[in-house]
């Protein structure tokens, strides 16, 4: 079946360690989005990326960093400087975002990370 | 930039009952996009509906509709014979045409459906 995946469903650390957050589509979607999502909050953008080898930064980039060397996967590391890790993490593909078109974005299900 | 507002945090409706949840949005932009995305208790975002703002009629889908009135830039959401299913976190989206699928949220609407 097409889709995303997030894994792990949960994950836990300890506070000033890093941890990377997975996420992989096999919808043969160029864009991915990285979201942080606080209780009963709305959707953050944290970083996209539109093509393979090229990122940018969302609206609450600092303490996270990623990766997009391959089309279908989009990592996102949550370093010891995000000084409020625990949240929800959701991870978002759609098709060309680089062309005329505008399409909507498909979720995968989610990581809850907690520090402590 | 563009604003997403969504001015009730929560709702509830019996069942089988019609409620409708309000969207407002701020932006300069003529060609834009609206959505409703629906989060239950898994979390999994899912889409409802989508608007293109140059189609005046309004889109509609299964028991879903909305009421998109763009000189008042305002969408509103409703769902009509509501299921327990229906329970859910709502939220409302705006993109910007050809601008990278971006997607400006609002806050959210808890919906609960009451038997």
């Known amino acids: 079946d097409g889709g995303i995946t997030q894994s792990p469903k949960y994950l836990f650390r300890k506070e000033g360690q890093n941890v990377t957050l997975s996420c992989e589509q096999n919808l043969n979607h160029d864009a991915m989005y990285w979201y942080r999502q606080d209780p009963g909050q709305g959707l953050r953008l944290i970083y996209y990326?539109?093509?393979?080898?090229?990122?940018q930064k969302g609206d609450i980039a600092e303490g996270y960093s990623v990766s997009r060397e391959k089309k279908e996967s989009f990592p996102l590391t949550v370093t010891s400087a995000q000084k409020n890790p625990t949240a929800f993490y959701l991870c978002a593909s759609s098709p060309n975002g680089r062309t005329g078109s505008s399409y909507e974005q498909y979720f995968g299900p989610g990581t809850r990370l907690t520090v402590t | 930039a563009q604003t997403v507002t969504q001015s009730q945090p929560e709702m509830s409706v019996q069942e089988a009952e019609t409620v409708t949840l309000s969207c407002t949005y701020d932006t300069s932009e003529s060609n834009y996009y609206l959505f409703w995305y629906k989060q239950p208790p898994s979390r999994q975002m899912i889409l409802v509906i989508r608007q293109e703002a140059y189609k005046q009629q309004n889109a509609t889908e299964n028991r879903f509709s909305v009421n998109f009135q763009k000189a008042a830039k305002s969408f509103s959401l409703k769902i009509s014979d509501s299921q327990l299913g229906d329970t859910a976190m709502y939220f409302c989206?705006?993109?910007?045409?050809?601008?990278?699928?971006?997607?400006?949220f609002g806050g959210g609407t808890r919906l609960m459906v009451k038997p």
């Open positions: 990326s539109q093509i393979v080898n090229d990122f």
């Open positions: 989206a705006f993109m910007k045409h050809n601008a990278g699928n971006m997607l400006t």
